[in-house]
């Protein structure tokens, strides 16, 4: 059983940073591809950035594209989201997962491709 631990959510006033970490259990973190997502009070959970398992691909969603980077180390088992810039409406839990294929190159920000979910860190930006 894979196990997902987020941290490095808080509270950062309008133009600050967070780097949130994710870090996965089990020895075949590197196979697979992650993503991170967030879900705002009211709102459906969406798709923020993923990256595929070496982490020679990402993608970001549009309202984050410039400010938010999604990177990995295989080595450590876990993935970050760098977050600059930030702005009230990024306020949200955010969750990182993991992809349900391995070595797989499509990029997806479906939820349902993503099979193993951590419990979320709360991300408040304060305006």
């Known amino acids: 059983q894979v196990q997902l631990v987020e941290s490095g959510g808080g509270l950062v006033q309008a133009g600050g940073s967070l780097r949130l970490s994710c870090a996965a259990s089990?020895?075949?973190?590197?196979?697979?591809?992650m993503g991170w997502f967030r879900q705002a009070p009211g709102k459906e959970r969406e798709c923020v950035a993923t990256?595929?398992?070496?982490?020679?691909?990402?993608y970001y969603e549009d309202s984050v594209k410039g400010r938010f980077t999604i990177s990995r180390d295989n080595a450590k088992n876990t993935v970050y989201l760098q977050m600059n810039s930030l702005k009230a409406e990024d306020t949200a839990v955010y969750y990182c997962?993991?992809?349900?294929?391995?070595?797989?190159?499509?990029?997806?920000?479906?939820?349902?491709?993503?099979?193993?979910w951590g419990q979320g860190t709360q991300v408040t930006v304060s305006s």
């Open positions: 997962a993991r992809r349900k294929l391995r070595y797989t190159d499509v990029y997806t920000r479906s939820l349902s491709d993503y099979n193993y």
């Open positions: 990256i595929n398992w070496n982490g020679g691909s990402t």
């Open positions: 089990g020895r075949t973190f590197g196979s697979y591809a």
